[in-house]
C-alpha cells in the first residue's frame, strides 16, 4: 500500500495550490481518506476528511471556507483545493487512509493507519 503526496511548493499569501495524493496497493472506494499538516515544532494537525462516496466532508475551522477535498475514485486520488494561502499554512501536508464500511469522515490522527510521505507548502507572506 502506498500513498504518494504531489502538489506542494512555495507560493505568495494568497495563492492557490492543488495538492494530490495517488494511492496504489488498496481498493481506494473503501477508505475515508483524510489530509493533515504539520508546521515546525507543532503537532501534526487535522485539516480535512472525505468520506468513500464523497458524501461528507469535514474540514478544520482555520481552513474551511479556503480549502476543498475532493477525490476520484476511478483514479485512486484525493485532492486539496487550497485558495487564499496564509503564512499560517505553511506546513508539510501529509494524506492518510482509513478502511471504512461507512460513509463517515474522521478527524483524529489515530483514526488512520495508512499515511503518505507528505509534501511541503510554503506561503511567503
Known amino acids: 500500500v502506498q500513498l504518494q503526496a504531489s502538489g506542494g511548493g512555495l507560493v505568495q499569501a494568497g495563492d492557490s495550490l492543488r495538492l494530490s495524493c495517488a494511492a496504489s496497493?488498496?481498493?481506494?472506494?473503501?477508505?475515508?481518506m483524510g489530509w493533515f499538516r504539520q508546521a515546525p515544532g507543532k503537532e501534526r494537525e487535522f485539516v480535512s476528511s472525505?468520506?468513500?462516496?464523497?458524501?461528507?466532508?469535514l474540514y478544520a475551522d482555520s481552513v474551511k471556507g479556503r480549502f476543498t477535498i475532493s477525490r476520484d475514485n476511478a483514479k485512486n486520488t484525493v485532492f486539496l483545493q487550497m485558495n487564499s494561502l496564509k503564512s499560517e499554512d505553511t506546513a508539510v501536508y501529509y494524506c492518510?487512509?482509513?478502511?471504512?464500511?461507512?460513509?463517515?469522515?474522521?478527524?483524529?490522527?489515530?483514526?488512520?493507519?495508512?499515511w503518505g510521505q507528505g509534501t511541503q507548502v510554503t506561503v511567503s507572506s
Open positions: 492518510a487512509a482509513r478502511n471504512s464500511i461507512s460513509s463517515a469522515t474522521y478527524n483524529g490522527r489515530s483514526n488512520y493507519p495508512l
Open positions: 496497493g488498496l481498493t481506494f472506494s473503501r477508505y475515508s
Open positions: 472525505i468520506s468513500r462516496s464523497s458524501s461528507s466532508t
